[in-house]
Structures are given as structure tokens and as C-alpha cells.
């Protein structure tokens, strides 16, 4: 059974940067299309990053468009989101998931890992 669990949430101030990690196991995901969502509370779960088996296929809300970077480390089995010039309306439980089925929808999630941004 495969299994996403995410790694590198914490607490930061605007401005700063954090590195999320994704790490799969049980299945390689490097054929896969895979992304980052969160969800802060009392909103809406919201889709983040996306990116494509061919890694220069990428995808992002406009709210973080030129501040955050998904990429992928195939022979890691690991996908990354960097976080730089982080707000406070960032603050949120960041989720990886996968498209492991190739279906075109996220049918696998990790446990979630909280990043909060102190003003």
C-alpha cells in the first residue's frame, strides 16, 4: 500500500522560507502526476502545486505564483515544495497527494504537515 507522508512544517516568520517534503513509499511515484493542497481552518481545502511526470510541468494557485516551487526528486521518490516570502495567510495544514491511479484525479493523500506564518 502506498503511503505519502509529508515533513518539514513548522513556524516562520513573513518572509522566511520553508522546504516541504513529500516521501512515498510502497509504490515509485515518478510516473505520476503529484501536488501540494492545504487547508487552513474554517476554509476551504485548496489546491496549491501541481506537477507532471515530465517535471517542467508545473501548476499553481495565483496566490503564490513566484513565491512557491514544487519539484520532484525521482530517485528520492520525493516531492518538494519551497515556500519563500511567506505570509500569514499561508498558515495552513499543507497535504501532498497523488494521482497514483493515472486517472487525473488526486487519489492519494499524505497526513498533512502545519506551517504557520507569525506576522
Known amino acids: 500500500q502506498v503511503q505519502l507522508v509529508e515533513s518539514g512544517g513548522g513556524l516562520v516568520q513573513a518572509g522566511g522560507s520553508l522546504r516541504l517534503s513529500c516521501a512515498a513509499s510502497?509504490?515509485?511515484?515518478?510516473?505520476?502526476?503529484m501536488g501540494w493542497f492545504r487547508q487552513a481552518p474554517g476554509k476551504e481545502r485548496e489546491f496549491v502545486a501541481g506537477?507532471?511526470?515530465?517535471?517542467?510541468?508545473?501548476y499553481y494557485v495565483d496566490s503564490v505564483k513566484g513565491r512557491f516551487t514544487i519539484s520532484r526528486d525521482n530517485a528520492k521518490n520525493t516531492v518538494y515544495l519551497q515556500m519563500n516570502s511567506l505570509k500569514p495567510e499561508d498558515t495552513a495544514v499543507y497535504y501532498c497527494?497523488?494521482?497514483?491511479?493515472?486517472?487525473?484525479?488526486?487519489?492519494?493523500w499524505g497526513q498533512g504537515t502545519q506551517v504557520t506564518v507569525s506576522s
Open positions: 510502497g509504490r515509485t511515484i515518478s510516473r505520476y502526476t
Open positions: 497527494a497523488g494521482d497514483l491511479g493515472g486517472a487525473g484525479t488526486y487519489d492519494y
Open positions: 506537477i507532471r511526470r515530465s517535471a517542467g510541468n508545473t
